[in-house]
């Protein structure tokens, strides 16, 4: 019998996993009309029963301390999610359940909103801290500006362009853990630890982080350079028993890395574990036994899953849902259950975190409403062959502001850095923020033409996920069928309407995350004569306001 049926024994018979994980944690769900799933909250949850621990997580918060909008703002058909509400749901949580702790999974900042990214996700790590946070593994959005903003971010202090507004930024209360990062001499960046010891209910639970070996494609490699990230699985295994000898009973890992049920998004369940991938099995498989929880992320989906006797869950994003882990302590053996606890607005927001978040909203507010331009068409971040319309304009941005001071003819931007749409109407500032939160250098350098069809062809490098560039002054057509090297079609690329010449030599733009090899463009890299310009969001907004009304430009990327 699995560790989650043994723990439901009891409950109804004929129910599904997700169902009895919910009656082994929190009691029976509210019924729910058919096909819509049930919910389940904080409301209603059991008492605790003798020798119990709980682990409250999250992952991917992203500095969403504003409740979400739209699609990200719901779980199936709940609204969810705000940082004021996940402190109340916590705080019912905790009073139920005193001896317990909070834990996150990692992305807990980078790729935030304006009201936590223009004050350099500092608001984050401080809500972080009010709500107790006791570890965090570091996810690769942590790594956005390398390893020493890490490192004040995690000590205090202010950042290079000055303090933020309010009290004087103290860092983070938590440990951030990386047990698979490391430079050549095997140790962690600054203020970075593999693993640490949290104590709860008399109890020592040795909880060990790691983060995706893919960050070293997802951020800017001057930030990361001399360091590695090595296989999770082995990273944990390492460290097993340091955690042992120094007293631990059981072993928590804070994995930042995930997967997905196979079921159509509307209607998955978010305690469900259907159709799982082979990744997360191989994980838990590989991974040693004294490890009994993975708190998964990175893939912002939800599950709760058991593989080779180890509760696997994940908790979407956003801080719309809390994975309540249950640990009970009997007889010299530990058992584990979990549920994922969906962080509805049907509560009282919390009154010392709704302060927090107002006042950088409030300090945010002017700049983020200043008009900049106006499209008359929606923007969207996603196009029908992998072009985005709006990084199309992105790059239209980048090649204005240097082709002349530069002698750019083309312009590429990456599909990771396209963060939201911009809607038709008046484009403000906090829009184009939050499409481009990363602040990164426009950048130009020189290419021959051969460089340039390789650079082209490096987008399907990774056939089942190709990351399709948008462009500017460059068009072409691909043929996904076509042998891997040969996607694009050979006569079709046109710099400037003229056919490509593979020994003539172009000036291109692009941002300094894939000038420098980012997302697996390392053709970038071998360009010479390097130019650096303004920021990428200068650029844009420079753009918009000397452009006039903006639409979404035709197609040049064409699928065959």
Known sequence: MSVLRRAAAGCAAGLSLVLLAACAGSGEPAPAPPGVVPLVSTDDLPAPGPGEVHLFGFNDLHGHLEPPEASNGLVGEYPAGGAAYLATHLDRLRAAYPDSAVLSAGDNIGASPLVSSLFHDEPTVTFLNETGVAASAVGNHELDHGVLELARLSKGGCAVDGCSPGAPFAGARFDFLAANLTNSHGEPPPEVRPWTMVEVGGHKIGVVGTVTPDTVNLVFPEGIRGYTFGDQAEAINKYVPAMKQAGAETVVALVHDGGAQGTPAKTTDYNGCADIGPELPDLATRTDPAVQVLFTAHSHQSYVCEFDGKVVTQGASYGRLITDVTLRFAEGKVTAT???????????????????????????????????????????????????????????????????????????????????????????????????????????????????????????????????????????????????????????????????????TYRVSTNNFLASGGDGFTVFTRGTDTAVGPTDLDALETYLREKGPIAAPGQRVQHR
């Open 338 to 504: 979990a549920v994922n606890r969906v962080v509805t607005r049907d509560v009282e927001p919390d009154p010392s975190v709704t302060g927090l978040v107002g006042f950088f909203s409030g300090q945010a507010a002017p700049r983020a409403g200043r008009v900049v331009g106006t499209a008359t068409t929606p923007l969207p971040r996603a196009g029908a062959t992998g072009e985005s319309p709006l990084g199309a304009v992105i790059a239209d941005a980048m090649l204005e502001v240097t082709g002349e001071s530069a002698q750019a003819v083309a312009a590429f931007m990456n599909p990771g850095g396209v963060r939201a749409d911009i809607d038709p109407g008046p484009i403000t500032y906090g829009a184009i923020y939050e499409t481009q939160p990363f602040g990164n250098q426009v950048v130009t350098l020189t290419l021959t033409g051969r460089q340039i069809l390789e650079l082209l062809e490096q987008q399907w490098d990774n056939e089942s996920k190709p990351a399709v560039l948008s462009v500017a002054g460059i068009s072409y057509a691909y043929d996904e069928s076509a042998a891997p090297g040969a996607k694009v079609v050979g006569d079709s690329v046109r710099i400037g309407g003229q056919p490509l010449h593979e020994l003539a």
